[in-house]
């Protein structure tokens, strides 16, 4: 099975829970869409809500590129709480994962990704926030493909 996230043109939603230090977890429900140009760059915006609670949305923007055919690809993020942001990610048989740190941050935030493909149109998605050495967010969730 060939991976259809990120790699083909699409709309996208997400739903799970989002985990902050010393804190309960919580519902989050996102949507995402992803473009391609025919110069082999991405680009994909990212919308986080947290229904029944009063935490604020949580956006991105991305932008990135694949080198002609390679399984690796680099990308810069505009995010709506950390601000700027550069990436790297991996394509592997079976997953997505991506890393990206925060560009100028004195409390050293960084991320980690990883999208494991459930089914063709279904991921289950692991994602973490980084402050320096220790955890400071998590979410699950799984994200699955709209019809066109």
Not at 74 to 91: A, D, P, Y
Request: charge should be neutral; glycine fraction near 10%; aromatic fraction near 12%.
């Amino acid at each position: 099975m060939s991976h259809t996230f990120l790699l083909e043109a699409g709309r996208w939603t997400l739903q799970g829970s989002w985990l902050d230090r010393d804190a309960m977890p919580i519902a989050v429900k996102g949507a995402i869409l992803i473009a391609w140009s025919r110069d082999n760059w991405y680009t994909m915006v990212t919308k986080l809500m947290f229904p029944g609670t009063e935490r604020e949305e949580i956006a991105f923007q991305y932008r990135g590129r694949f080198n002609g055919g390679e399984r690796q690809y680099t990308f810069v993020l505009q995010h709506s709480q950390l601000g700027r942001v550069e990436g790297e990610g991996w394509i592997a048989p079976e997953s997505i994962v991506q890393r990206y740190w925060v560009l100028g941050d004195r409390q050293r935030r960084s991320g980690f990704e990883t999208l494991h493909q459930l089914g063709e149109n279904k991921y289950c998605l692991s994602s973490s926030v980084m402050s320096g050495h220790y955890l400071s967010s998590t979410m699950e969730a799984l994200v699955e493909r709209q019809a066109d």
